[in-house]
């Protein structure tokens, strides 16, 4: 392993469901130990619902990259955040609650945050 990082729905749902910057998030997580908030789970599900409704045709393939995201081929490890320790951090950098709980969570950890969310990612580069 070369590491700690905290992932997040944006980076394993581009390869649960391969979508065009799959290749990218699965060579940032490559070789690492993962950890997300419990968050993360259902994030997936809701990307995956909606795919399914888009794509009804494609259930099979969209299940099948959702069983494995939470725990066929990554391993990642469930940590809970602190709620008012996010919120805070959700106000002083203007990203949503769910998205600050990736960030607290790499900052509580020391590790690094791997996500294809623009904003996330430049608040991560901020604070990390």
């Known amino acids: 392993m070369s590491g ?8 394993l749902a581009a390869i649960a469901f391969l979508e065009p910057e799959a290749a990218r998030a699965r060579d940032r997580l490559a070789n690492r ?6 968050l993360l789970a259902y994030e997936l599900m809701s990307a995956g619902l ?24 990554f391993a990642v490890f469930w940590s809970d955040v602190e709620p008012l320790a996010v919120l805070d951090l959700a106000a002083t950098t203007g990203l949503t609650p769910y ?14 945050l791997v996500t294809l969310d623009s904003a996330l990612d430049k608040a991560a580069r901020k604070h990390l």
């Open 50 to 73: 909606k795919k399914l409704r888009k794509h009804p045709a494609d259930a099979a393939l969209i299940r099948g990259g959702l069983a494995k995201a939470l725990g066929g081929e």
């Open 99 to 112: 998205d600050a709980s990736y960030l607290w969570l790499a900052i509580y950890l020391g590790a690094e």
């Open 33 to 38: 130990q993962l950890v997300a908030p419990r």
């Open 4 to 11: 700690l990082a905290v992932v997040d729905a944006s980076a």
